[in-house]
């Protein structure tokens, strides 16, 4: 009896360190899957609760994304990454002018799509990462009634502050990498200033509306 | 709707004329692919932009003159109902070839559940009028053969912009022949029948990307290489059924990430010290 437990005791003092550890990091930080799992079902319910929001309210639509998805967005990162190595040269003004803007720019893109929310669902895609990584791909897909699934997913870097979006993949389109090629035209012709006027008119425009 | 026998049986000189020409042409996009993966610059994955350009140009003025208005008046003035049932049967009408494209690809099961499909929304849905198959759990797929060919190896090569089909590459421009000729539409009988369907089709999609297009709109500083960047990552990201290898970051080139946590000095205190920072190129 004892000779058949001591295999099993081995195993279990050398994996209990090992999982209370994982244990610990867990409650630290509320994993990369789960948080875009909870955050996608929450923004689903909003804009299903709220006809206003639906329209593509822009009050409304701020105040959602600063309260509820900004928090665990690194956009600092994403429009760096999206400048590319253009960034270094831009002053800590033009930095921030680039942030506003973009943001304002993505902002103004999806609002439009917002009255196409109805009964969808978020499925989230297994996840392939280490326990131990700091920088992992999030795969999700928004189930339709009808048609394929839109894929999305979501590249997350690990914080102090908890796990940080830095990229967006939709249908298997990454932001950063469409923004890059379309940032560094306007810098090859008029510089950061240029990119950033350019970004500023493309905001001003009227915006492109919702409806179907 | 069985497939109509052909007119006259290709003759063999003929037919291997095409598929030397095909073959030169698979070389060319090998030869002219390697270097045109999604990330590299864009010269190397546009090569032709200049004439590209020129022809995506022609092809929005005739989309602005003709096709967007039509297929905003088939929006505005066909109920929404009828909009879905002509989608389902051209959808059900699709699904068969990609199930022949599944079985190419060698995913017999995914070739099965799509070929599920087409009995189960062929008979049941009456004609496809109704996808009774998705909420039965047999997902909607699309696979063309241009991602057969991504699938066999076969890299996108340069980007094209074909003159009224719009976006393609060197690779997938050339499997529009197969995919037309294994295209259920083709097999109507009567030329009439079948010119309409064709239309209905095609107004129908253009329909359906509308929406699509406004959100380019809005997003894009330069529509032509967004439309062009999205088509390309699009592609390679369906060639893997979503999961394209080599993605895992860091994906992006450390000189271009100045703000990843390392690079401005603020390592997140719980990366062991032991694990490689992911973003010093692994």
Known sequence: MTKRLLPFLLWLLMFVPAAAATAATAAAAEPPDRLIERLSNEILERIRTDAALKAGDRKKLDELVDNTVMPHVDFRRMTALSVGRNWRTATPEQQQQLMDEFRALLIRTYAGALSSVADQKVRMRPLRANPQDTDVIVRSEVVQPRGEPIQLDYRMARRTDGWKI??????GVWLVETYRTQFAQEVSTGGIEGLIRSLSEKNRQPAANGKT | MKPAPRASRPNPRRSLRAW???????????????????GSPAAARDPFEPMNRVV?????TIDKAVLEPVATGYQDYVPENLRIAIGSVFGNL??????VNQLLQGKPLEALSDLSRFVLNSTLGVAGLADIATPMGLEKHHEDFGQTLGRWGVPSGPYLVLPLLGPSSLRDAPALIPDYRGDLVTAIDSKGERNNAYLLRVIDTRARLLRAERLVEGAALDRYSFIRDGYLQRRRNLVYDGNPPEEPPPAYDPEDDPEAPGASGDAPASAPASAPRTDENR
């Open chain 2, 20 to 38: 030397l020409a095909a073959g030169a042409w698979l070389g060319a996009a090998w030869l002219l692919g390697g270097c045109a993966t999604p």
């Open chain 2, 94 to 99: 699709a699904d068969l070839w990609t199930a």
């Open chain 2, 56 to 60: 995506f140009q022609f092809n929005d």
């Open chain 1, 166 to 171: 830095y990229d967006v993949n939709v249908l």
